[in-house]
Structures are given as C-alpha cells and as structure tokens.
C-alpha cells in the first residue's frame, strides 16, 4: 500500500521548549515498507528501510546526511522516503525513544502542525528522561519529533514519534535506553 503524505520533523534545541533549528520534510510514498530483519524481540538485527509510519520504540536510525547539517537554516526541508534502520550496536545517527499517539479519533480533524509540534515535543522532553534516564536539558542529545501532516492525516496517521541524536552530530555506537 503506498500512502502519499508527508511527516514533518523538528529539531528542539536548546534550554527554551519551543527551539526549532531545522524543519525536515518526510515524503511518504514508502510509509509501511520495513525490510530490515528483526529478532523475536522486535529489534533490528539487518539493516535495512523502514517507512516512517513504521518506525518503532527503539529503533536506531540514519538521518538524510543534511538534516544535521549546520548550514541549514529554520524552515529548511529535506525531503525522503525511509529512514534507514540500522542495529543499535551499529553507528547511526538517532533513536526512537517514545512513539506518541495524538488521537484515536480516526475523524479527529487535523489539528495543524504547530499544534502537533508543540504537542509531541512536551511530550518527547518529558519522555526522554523515562528511556535514558537522564533529564533532556542535562543530555548531550537534540530531540527531532516527527508529526502527520494533513495530507498523511487524511490517511489515518495518528502517531508522532521522537528521535534522539548527538547534538554534536557525532554518531552514536550503543543505545541510549537504560
């Protein structure tokens, strides 16, 4: 099934909550294809795509090369299909530490993206503590929430999700989960 939409992405920066650096555009043609290998736990154990409505708690991602690029400016836009799913003992660049569910109202009406925005990034910094332990503001980590657009709205899209990533934009080599 391909589903036509787009997911978008804000990097939170900063001790001030509303601190959007960069913005990344999600296309999503390929939004429930998952063809990394998982184990009986759920974890990816081969690399491979995954969708972007597919990501799960815990997956260890590659971000588009530009999205941590310091050239880019508030409002800039990466579009991409997938993010590549790598194992979590492998360099990647991010993880999902929290999968958030904005309505179980399939009819909900799409509530607009700084509404979404400003929803699941309460939601990511108060989370963030509960998966790594430690407070976001003492990590070394920025947040990047995805959110439905309208377009994937329309399509029943309903999940948000946050990733966490370096701040220096240096990889990481284990999970961050405590």
């Excluded at 787009?6 to 001790?15: H, K, S």
């Excluded at 260890?60 to 690029?69: E, F, G, H, I």
């Excluded at 699941?120 to 989370?127: P, S, T, Y």
């Amino acid at each position: 099934m391909r589903i036509l939409g787009r997911l978008l992405i804000a990097l939170i920066v900063g001790a001030v909550f509303f601190g959007v650096r960069h913005l990344i555009n999600l296309a999503q043609t390929d939004s429930a294809i998952d063809n990394t290998e998982r184990n009986d736990t759920g974890e990816v154990v081969t690399e491979g795509d995954i969708g972007v409505l597919v990501l799960k708690l815990g997956d260890c991602v590659m971000l588009p090369s530009n999205a941590l690029s310091d050239t880019m400016a508030p409002g800039d836009t990466v579009e991409v299909e997938t993010l590549r799913g790598v194992p979590c003992n492998e360099l990647h660049d991010g993880e999902i530490f929290y999968v958030h569910k904005f309505f179980s109202d399939e009819n909900a009406e799409y509530p607009g993206n700084e509404v979404l925005l400003e929803t699941i990034g309460f939601f990511c910094e108060d989370r963030y503590e509960d998966y790594t332990g430690v407070a976001w503001l003492d990590s070394q980590h920025d947040i990047f929430p995805l959110t439905p657009t309208a377009e994937s709205w329309g399509y029943g899209d309903r999940e948000g999700q946050c990733i966490a990533a370096n701040e220096s934009g240096e990889q990481l080599s284990a999970s961050i989960r405590q």
